[in-house]
């Protein structure tokens, strides 16, 4: 998809002229000191467990803004449904979004809907864009960043890590995939499988205000392989983490190992990775487990130059290495 | 569909707490001087003479901003393709969308794209947000209206017409739906007819430059005769428009006869009804028509309090007066 972006789409939106815009391929844009995001959302099905299209599609923006040091502050939403979608269905995505954007605390301000005939999209497709203004923690939190050192970006962009940095991951991941997935297929773990869908402005607070992080990205698309293999590649630097610090939840680890899955590679939709100055990290965690989307959060490895740049390195469980590399293709399509 | 929206979609998003929120139903919301709209499009076919599901996007969202009373600074391009679809197409669409950027001089700044498997979409659906700020020419053009009035509110609002005001139309109407539509049917009109599509940001500042604007809106969906009863119904005011005074491209009228259709109620892409305190309509029309996008423009009538509050009329060509009613549903469907 990197790919297909670079040489089909990125190609004619070059020069945006924007210190943060397109080219940068992270979380959010910044245009004018307004942090500004869009997705698209197709899970198949539109329902699953722990949540739906619609509390995906507002968590998904929200934690764009969130990681990139914005408080969200409006959310648009662009609903495209075929005729003779059930209205009951209709109305449960409306009501999903309300409580998300409730939780979120982050109202959607502006929408459009438009109405196609039947096949001409599969039930509906949501996109939701997003709008946040820099977090008012956010001068403090890299005020303490900078006594350690120079930083590369003033936003939480997927540049900002340098060795010695302490690495977040806010709770545990693959839940989303392989909850989605597995109820997708009728693999039969659906009972104890639950999407970890949630809003992180919250925690981000938390954590801002912790200070000492200079880098946050959510662990969407590829799960967390694909978001540390980001951080490596843009920051220039290696990477290493422990298998086992990672939290992966009893059920989910078990349904991955049947289904050979990695759940280090499937999406999550309410988890993040933190990069945060050496000598904050506890304290930041401390922070980001206050919070009930933050109580798995762990420690699960840094920032080291003795690793190759551009390198993410998983020191396994039987004592080994290996690299662990961004997953190729999407092992689990559709689920965002 | 206004009403699909209140029944089934505002109840859920009520309490936006913003002053200008998506239950205001205008162009676009207003949250902390940030001006912010989204909008999807499904354009069928995706190329039509004289535009593409590309130009068609990147103006649609310029202009909700720009007739606002903003200056568009970035757009937000979410992209939902279905696998197969021709790269060179695609291509095609990105080249059309740079090309409106660069038009309109407002950058692509963020965006997501997501492949779904063949048949989840038809072809392509692209939705464009857009993010715009307080035009820096928006306090000299309300100080103007400001002499003659109190303005009900200080965006260029649907709700800000008030008797006495000059209507002017910044072209001629019906073109986008009449050569969408007879390309789509093929009912031969092809060579002739040519959608309008263009950004209107430029023709804004100008107007706004010559000053007393109190409200602009497009006129998308329904047209000039939905445009004009959205104005009635929320400025609640009576409205009269002289059908002659109307500019209507021959050709279009010649198809829209032969078609049975009004070419009042199909939409535009590229044309937008602007209401200027009595006193400085000549001079806005004047500033309006030094642009290519405004040649055509007219006035056309002026909000009357003689007329019924929430009423449009129409003055006809052969001397009687009829209702101008909003269309019932979509006379011509997916054309934008």
Not at 91 to 106: D, Y
Not at 153 to 182: E, F, Q, R, Y
Not at 191 to 197: F, K, N, P, W
Not at 238 to 266: H, N, S, T, Y
């Amino acid at each position: 998809m990197q790919d297909f972006l670079k040489e089909h789409v990125l190609k004619f939106l070059e020069g945006s002229g924007q210190k943060l815009g397109v080219e940068a391929l992270d979380d959010s844009a910044v245009v004018k000191n307004i942090v500004f995001t869009t997705d698209s959302h197709t899970p198949k099905p539109l329902f699953f467990p722990g949540g739906d299209v619609g509390s995906l599609s507002v968590c998904g923006t929200v934690n764009d803004l969130a990681v990139m040091g914005a408080e969200p502050i409006g959310l648009g939403l662009g609903m495209v449904l075929e005729e003779g979608f059930s209205l009951s269905d209709f109305e449960r995505i409306m009501k999903s979004i309300k409580t998300s954007s409730g939780k979120a605390n982050v109202p959607i301000v502006t929408g459009d809907t438009k109405v196609v005939e039947r096949g001409a999209v599969e039930g509906i497709i949501i996109n939701t864009s997003g709008i946040g203004m820099r977090h008012h923690l956010m001068e403090g939190n890299l005020e303490t960043a900078r006594y350690v050192r120079k930083l590369k970006h003033d936003w939480l962009t997927d540049t900002n890590a340098a060795a010695g940095d302490v690495i977040i991951v806010t709770g545990t991941v693959g839940d989303h995939g392989l909850a989605l997935m597995s109820h997708r297929e009728g693999y039969g773990f659906e009972s104890t499988l639950e999407s970890d869908v949630a809003p992180l402005n919250h925690l981000m607070t938390k954590a801002l205000g912790a200070r000492g992080v200079v880098s946050a990205k959510d662990c969407t698309r590829g799960g967390l392989a694909n978001a540390l293999n980001e951080w490596a590649d843009k920051s220039d630097v290696g990477i290493v983490v422990q298998e086992d610090a990672i939290p992966v939840r009893k059920e989910v680890r078990a349904a991955a190992d049947m289904l050979g899955i990695d759940p280090f590679e499937v999406g999550n939709e309410g988890k993040a990775i933190l990069a945060v100055v050496p000598g904050n990290a506890e304290k930041v965690l401390e922070a980001v487990r206050s919070v009930p989307e933050g109580t798995n959060a762990a420690i699960i490895g840094k920032v080291d130059d003795g690793i190759k740049k551009g390198m993410v390195v998983l020191e396994t469980s039987v004592g080994g290495r290996r690299v662990m590399e961004s997953p190729i293709g999407d092992p689990v399509p559709r689920i965002c």
